[in-house]
């Protein structure tokens, strides 16, 4: 998204031009779900002046009831005006941090957490981690209520266009609708699943693209909703064909240099890129609870539907978890492919940061590719590897989480303990509950 430098002046100069009647203090809660306050526009100055507070008990991962106050203190960058419009005249949104009552970043604050992260970046020379991220989502037909169904909205497969693409015109206007806002659209395409769509926005700065992220997913769903449609960016929806993945292309750079880049080694990878590359691999595992956080997220992470399953990396092929794109120059990256879309983007790029800079601090030796399709071997060859798997359920990923000192101190204790806390009782919640399969499997049989 082109970046805009907007004072306190330009935004109330906008606002009053365009007629703008509300306004939606946007942040982002410890699950990835965004939240606001809205205020109307005569109090767009006094959140200018970061006097807006609200009440953070009431937020998931937030804080206790009795310490509940706390600021949002808006990014001035992030204005921008909905190009859809309500029946109460126009909306803007800024996205704001979360700020104590005495003026310090909140501990719990997903967004802070990414800065704080960043700063230590900046501390060892580097200016910018990019990323460019490749969100997925499902288009579900909607019943006479406007919920959500089972049946997907056509049958298409990767690449399609219509009339087997059947959600080519709510995709277009997702596009448009993105371009108003300032996005740079590289492409949008029809996925390997019926049903199932991308979107590529070009990359940008670590909290840019986050924002981004979470932009792109409210401008999805509600027009998505206009079409009659529910757009979901749940990782697994339907049992048998692929679920959705947000594979998050990163590099870091000094200036305008990019610090991946070396043009005198074979693959073009400098060697902070192969002990950044190795930081990713020696922590997978420890950060999975937060690229994937959810129960479905590990009926994803299973082979046989082209997401990764297995620590390793490689240049050639998609199956590792890690792959090396081939373009070079300013555009050498790598690319991690675990992370799902229902992840909370602050956190999952704060912890791919904090293994990233670990590796290159550690001077971490990066392994050999694997370019043979590890999905064909068995155990044993993949042990020979020394080709580690992916947890395979949300409580084994918590436990890794709970062990990687790297990973926790990234986010810090506030975070984590929460963020633990309220996994941990999803995973009851589900690990309790009897599911349709088990019915089917043992009802008649038993």
Not at 91 to 114: K, Q, S
Not at 133 to 141: I, Q, R, S
């Amino acid at each position: 998204m082109v970046a805009k430098n907007y004072s306190k002046e330009d935004i109330l100069r906008i606002a009053k031009e365009e007629d703008v009647r509300f306004i939606r203090l946007q942040f982002t809660d410890l699950m990835g779900v965004i939240k606001n306050v809205e205020i109307p526009v005569s109090q767009l100055p006094k959140a200018l002046d970061n006097k807006m507070m609200f009440d953070g008990s009431s937020i998931e991962g937030f804080v206790r009831i009795e310490e509940s106050d706390m600021i949002l203190q808006p990014e001035l960058n992030t204005w921008m005006i909905f190009p859809w419009l309500t029946g109460n005249g126009k909306v803007a949104r800024l996205i704001c941090d979360v700020y104590n009552p005495d003026g310090t970043p909140f501990a719990g604050d997903p967004r802070g957490a990414l800065k704080r992260v960043l700063k230590q970046a900046e501390a060892l020379g580097f200016t910018a981690m990019n990323v460019g991220p490749e969100p997925e989502f499902f288009l579900f037909k909607t019943d006479a209520n406007g919920d959500a169904t089972l049946e997907v909205n056509d049958q298409g497969g990767y690449f399609d266009l219509a009339p087997s693409d059947l959600g080519e015109n709510c995709r277009r206007d997702i596009v448009l609708t993105l371009e108003d806002m300032g996005f740079e659209i590289e492409a949008s395409h029809h996925e390997v699943a019926p049903g199932q769509h991308e979107i590529d926005f070009k990359y940008a700065n670590a909290i840019e693209a986050a924002d981004n992220i979470q932009t792109f997913k409210l401008v999805v769903k509600t027009i998505a909703r206009q079409h009659g449609l529910h757009a979901t960016f749940m990782p697994k929806p339907l049992y048998g064909i692929n679920g959705s993945g947000m594979h998050c292309h990163q590099s870091l750079f000094r200036g305008g240099e990019n610090a991946f880049y070396d043009e005198s080694d074979e693959l073009g990878l400098s060697e902070t890129a192969k002990h950044y590359l190795a930081g990713l691999l020696k922590h997978a595992r420890g950060f999975a609870a937060i690229t994937n956080p959810t129960v479905n997220s590990y009926k994803r992470l299973v082979p046989g539907y082209e997401a990764p399953c297995y620590v390793a990396w490689s240049a050639k092929n998609r199956s590792p978890l890690v792959r090396v794109p081939a373009s070079r120059g300013l555009s050498t990256r790598i690319e991690l492919r675990n992370p799902d879309p229902v992840a909370n983007p602050y956190l999952a790029l704060a912890v791919m940061l904090a293994a990233g800079l670990d590796g290159i601090v550690n001077k971490l030796p990066l392994g050999p590719a694997t370019n043979q399709n590890i999905y064909t071997m068995d155990e044993a060859e993949r042990k020979e590897k020394n080709i580690d798997s992916l947890p395979a359920t949300l409580k084994e990923a918590l436990e890794e989480l709970k062990k990687d000192s790297v990973v926790t101190d990234a986010l810090g204790e506030h975070i984590v303990s929460r963020f633990v806390e309220a996994k941990e009782i999803e995973w009851d919640l589900f690990r309790v509950e009897v599911h349709p399969w088990e019915r089917e499997q043992y009802m008649n049989t038993y």
